[in-house]
T-cell receptor
Framework: KAGVTQTPRYLIKTRGQQVTLSCSPI?????VSWYQQTPGQGLQFLFE???????NKGNFPGRFSGRQFSNSRSEMNVSTLELGDSALYLCASSLVVSGSYNEQFFGPGTRLTVL | GENVEQHPSTLSVQEGDSAVIKCTYS??????FPWYKQELGKRPQLIIDIRSNVGEKKDQRIAVTLNKTAKHFSLHITETQPEDSAVYFC??????????FGPGTRLSVLP
């Protein structure tokens, strides 16, 4: 099976712009989670989507939003970019079997640089 | 909400020695604790996990222990090798796919 893919891999934007990142989960995985990774803060949970619905949300401002399509692909959008948004954005997909915990498979990440 | 602390932030060991990384969590409802390894420039990968109904789990050179009363769990790596050098993250979940990660431990195995 192909792994989790993310596009683009690298992105450079300027303050005030907006950006959209894409994540394609492993085939058959219906849950997609997004994380922000920075050197000082580790992995910070943004949100999780399952069957096109946001199930969980982390403590990020409303500038960060996402959605999931019927094929489980997910997009994350950040509006009005700030310098502090520079980070590696990781998505992870899970199979999700009811009643059990399921391994998260991470994508390679999108490195966003805000100038 | 859940808070996960992880110590140490950096750890250097000689090849062949053991390494121990400790995590504490705050939410007593947390019942699933995975550990991820992230090599430089690569994505995090699950290396071992433990559920709250188990006190210890082993997989070859790695093991994880859980103390629910004290709310802490630890990763043990024995006979360390250079390829064990990476950043290790612990995480906790009380259900679903909502994971809280620790800040990470950078392990360096010196030849």
């Amino acid at each position: 099976k192909a792994g989790v893919t993310q596009t683009p891999r690298y992105l450079i934007k300027t303050r005030g712009q907006q950006v959209t990142l894409s994540c394609s989960p492993i085939s058959g995985h219906r849950s997609v989670s997004w994380y922000q990774q920075t050197p000082g803060q580790g992995l910070q949970f943004l949100f999780e989507y399952f069957s096109e619905t946001q199930r969980n949300k982390g403590n990020f401002p409303g500038r960060f939003s996402g959605r999931q399509f019927s094929n489980s692909r997910s997009e994350m959008n950040v509006s009005t970019l700030e310098l502090g948004d520079s980070a590696l954005y990781l998505c992870a997909s899970s199979l999700v079997v009811s009643g059990s915990y399921n391994e998260q498979f991470f994508g390679p990440g999108t490195r966003l640089t805000v100038l | 909400g859940e808070n996960v602390e992880q110590h140490p932030s950096t750890l250097s060991v000689q090849e062949g020695d053991s390494a121990v990384i400790k995590c504490t969590y705050s939410d007593s409802a947390s019942n699933y604790f995975p550990w991820y390894k992230q090599e430089l420039g690569k994505r995090p990968q699950l290396i071992i996990d433990i559920r709250s109904n188990v006190g210890e789990k082993k997989d070859q050179r790695i093991a994880v222990t859980l103390n629910k009363t004290a709310k802490h769990f630890s990763l043990h790596i024995t006979e360390t090798q250079p390829e064990d050098s990476a950043v290790y993250f612990c995480a906790a979940s009380s259900g679903g796919q909502n994971f809280v990660f620790g800040p990470g431990t950078r392990l360096s195995v010196l030849p």
